[in-house]
């Protein structure tokens, strides 16, 4: 007698974005990523604001809570919720989890204030 169990596949998302710095642009090539196990959802971050070293917009796809130095989880739910910031700046997040998935509408993430720490997820991207 054989007996399986199941065995769940690993979430797949796309993996890249652009970034407007001063007019240059910023591309991080575009692929496909298998997400570790522990990832349930993909993010995609729309964001325009304003750093100490100028205006930053663009977009960054990637699995939730996978990005180098940065081990953080956005999503707690599907859907998509925007931040706003006190200098006009603003950051759109996106939750699926869905094999290459893209947002959806409504929304309920983590309270983690994203604009206070998108210079860091930049510098993961940029550096």
Do not use: W
């Not at 997040?93 to 997820?121: G, R």
């Amino acid at each position: 007698m054989c007996i399986f169990g199941m065995v769940s596949e690993a979430l797949r998302c796309r993996y890249g974005g652009k970034v407007r710095h001063y007019g240059r642009i910023l591309s991080i090539p575009g692929s496909n990523q298998t997400c570790l196990p522990s990832t349930h959802y993909c993010l995609q971050l729309h964001f325009d604001y304003f750093a100490d070293d100028g205006r930053y917009n663009g977009v960054l796809r990637l699995c939730d809570g996978e990005m180098t130095g940065f081990k953080e989880k956005f999503c707690m739910v599907e859907g998509c919720t925007t931040q706003y910031d006190f200098e006009g700046g603003k950051a759109r997040v996106c939750c699926c989890s869905t094999d290459y998935c893209d947002h959806s509408a409504a929304s309920n993430l983590s309270n983690l204030p994203i604009l206070l720490i998108l210079p860091l997820l930049l510098s993961q991207f940029l550096a």
